[in-house]
Each structure stands twice: as C-alpha cells, then as structure tokens.
C-alpha cells in the first residue's frame, strides 16, 4: 500500500487547501452587460476560507433570466421575498429574476454546506429549496439582518460574523483528500485509484461523495473536466484541447455540453458573448 500511495503521490499532486475557483460564464462582464446585471463579489475572511468561495450581490435592472452551470458547489440565494438554498447541479439551470432588485448570495465551497450544518445535501441535487432544509431557526434571523443593511460590504460583514458563529474547526480527513485530488487533478482523477490511495473501497468514496456534494463521485469528476472546458471555452487563445480537460477526444467533449449544458460548445459560448442571442 505504501508503494501504491508513493507512486499515487506523483500522478495526483495534492495540495494542502482547497485551490478550486468555480466558473460561471455569466459572471464576465459582457455577459452581465447583456443579461442587465451587475455584480458585486468579495472573498471571505481567512477564518473562512475552506467553506465559503464567495459572497455576491446581483443587482438586475428588469426580470432576466439567469443561467447557471454545473460547478459542484452549493449556494445561499437571499433576496428581500426569503431564503433559498441551492444543491449541486448536474446540468444547466435557468433561474428566473423576477424583477429588478439586489439578490445577495454566499457560494460554499464543495462539501462545506454539510461541514456546517451536517445535512445531506443530495437531497437538493438540481433543487432549490426553502430555509426550513436546513435545521437552523437563525436563518430568517440572517435574512432579515442582511436586508436591515444599505450596502454589500454591511451585508458582507452581517454574513461574515453568522458564519462564524456556526462554523467549527474540523480535521481533514480521507474524504477532505479525495476532494481536494479531484479539485486539482481533474484530468487524472480515477475513481478506483482514489479510494485505494485513501483507503476507502470505490462504493464507500462514492456515497460520502453524494453526502457531502450531492454528486456521484464520477459526476464530481465530470463536472470538474466540464467547468475546466468552460473556463477555457470563454478565454481568448486558450491553447488547449478537449484531452487537456480530460476528455478522450473532440467528439467526447462535445457531447458531454449537450449532456451537461444542453447545446454544443459555439452555441454555449455565443448564449454569453452574441449580442445577437437574445437571453
């Protein structure tokens, strides 16, 4: 086992915290331009860091739609009508903006959601649910605090000090490791090869994986190689191939769009960049 972990090391480089910047082609400036959105986004505090990505405030000019890609976290959606809480997705995800108005949200990172509040998050795969799934009677105590403040750097700091009164100090552990394998190593990830390097049995990595992500731990894996592809899609000369983010070849990478973004890669790209497509 020992030489199976040594030479496991080599093809997996680990890194010791969550490095994983999750990718949402609405979020570049052109796209919210034509969406009528504006974005605000501030990182968290260092205390903070391996639960939550981001806090972000979306500010809408009409009712829009607002596409969301897989990307393996989950998400607080908090808005003056209430609380919701969004599970991993495995495809793309139309939310509706109803009307013009600041929508504030805290992304977490993978798996964090259940650090917090122990819950098991496959449940709201694909789902947007009310406060009430998660057993904690201060969120509407959250909601009403982050709307009693004017700007998003209040909102922020009403958010930031709510975190850290439920947050705990937790140890890594085997399942912390496999994330962090596949967070990196999106284009080497073996399912098989993980959990015998972390001394799991595949069918155990895989229920932890629903558990604490709310995905397979094979879909985690393809959505890994899918926001790679995305990130790529949307960056001018980018130099890579469908094999650098892990797929076999063209054809490979293109059906997993359709599968997983519903359309090829140009329409996809254009959905965000054409002034032509009308959202």
């Keep these: 086992m020992d030489r199976f972990k040594h030479k496991l090391s080599h093809a997996y480089p680990i890194a010791d915290s969550v490095t994983y910047g999750p990718f949402q082609p609405l979020f570049i400036s052109h796209a919210l331009r034509r969406y009528g959105l504006r974005l605000l986004e501030a990182p968290p505090c260092s205390s903070l860091t391996d639960i939550v990505h981001s806090y972000l405030q979306i500010s809408a000019s009409r009712a829009t739609p607002y596409p969301v890609i897989p990307d393996g976290t989950q998400a607080l959606y908090i808005s003056e009508q209430g609380v919701q809480v969004a599970g991993a997705l495995t495809h793309l995800h139309e939310v509706r903006i109803p009307q013009a108005g600041d929508y504030f949200g805290i992304r977490f990172h993978p798996g964090a959601l259940r650090r917090l509040f122990k819950i098991d998050v496959s449940e709201i795969t694909d ?140 329409e996809f790209h254009r959905r965000f960049m054409s002034d032509l497509y009308n959202p």
């Design 127 to 266: 789902g947007f649910v009310d406060s009430k799934f998660i057993p904690c009677g201060q969120l509407k105590d959250l909601h009403e605090r982050i709307y009693d403040q004017k700007s998003f750097d209040q909102r922020v700091a009403v958010c930031r000090q709510w975190l850290l009164s439920h947050s705990q100090t937790t140890r890594s552990g085997p399942f912390e490791q496999a994330l962090n394998i596949m967070q990196c190593n999106h284009t080497l990830a073996r399912i098989d090869g993980i959990a015998k390097y972390i001394g799991w049995s595949a069918r155990h990595l895989n229920r932890q994986f629903q558990l604490h992500t709310g995905l397979s731990a094979k879909g985690f894996s393809q959505v890994m190689r899918l926001q790679q592809a995305c990130r790529h899609l949307f960056q001018e000369n980018a130099g890579t191939t469908s094999i650098d983010h892990g797929f076999y070849d063209q054809s490979h990478e293109i059906r997993a769009f359709h599968k997983y973004l519903l359309c090829a890669p140009g």
